[in-house]
């Protein structure tokens, strides 16, 4: 089967510019999350979808931050404006809605914000 | 809240065994999981446990102990290619509900000749 796609896989822009990532899962996964991993920690939940519902965005900055998952398959994540403490991997995950299957993550984009 | 502990970094002999713990505190629990992440690339699943004992994979085990919050994953014979960052990760709501994971932050685990 597929993975789970990402792109861009690296961006570099400046400090208050605007960023989009774009997230497609696995065929059939109804839940998405969107992660987030600063170098040499583990991945922070940003925001958790069931199809296209948020079940969860409590760690989401949502001054800056916003996701969506419009038609429950793909979704986007998009920061405005950016921080230089945004600098880090966005890892896309989905899975099935039942035990013991874990994540599927996607191979990230890797933001520089200089 | 939920807190999940893990060595920073371990470093071992290839052809040995290295135990990698993660001690977690969590307001519910349904699962816990180890995930290897090579250096840029993203996580891959390795296991999961949620009830006590062990679970053996090959050379990979893990081990759980709810009443005490307590796991490990053992590595076997190991090979340069196991150099890698560990990650635990534990469900703490129900995961057929839409469970998420909460991470440690990793072990670094260098094998070396």
Known sequence: EAGVAQSPRYKIIE?????????????????????????????????????????????????????????????????????????????????????????TFGSGTRLTVV | GQNIDQPTEMTATEGAIVQINCTYQTSGFNGLFWYQQHAGEAPTFLSYNVLDGLEEKGRFSSFLSRSKGYSYLLLKELQMKDSASYLCAVSGVIYNQGGKLIFGQGTELSVKP
Request: charged share 20%.
């Open chain 1, 15 to 103: 400090k208050r510019q605007s960023v989009a990532f774009w997230c497609n899962p696995i065929s059939g996964h109804a839940t998405l999350y969107w992660y987030q991993q600063i170098l040499g920690q583990g991945p922070k939940l940003l925001i958790q979808f069931q199809n296209n519902g948020v079940v969860d965005d409590s760690q989401l900055p949502k001054d800056r931050f916003s996701a969506e998952r419009l038609k429950g398959v793909d979704s986007t994540l998009k920061i405005q404006p950016a921080k230089l403490e945004d600098s880090a991997v966005y890892l896309c995950a989905s899975s099935f809605p039942g035990v013991g299957y874990g994540y």
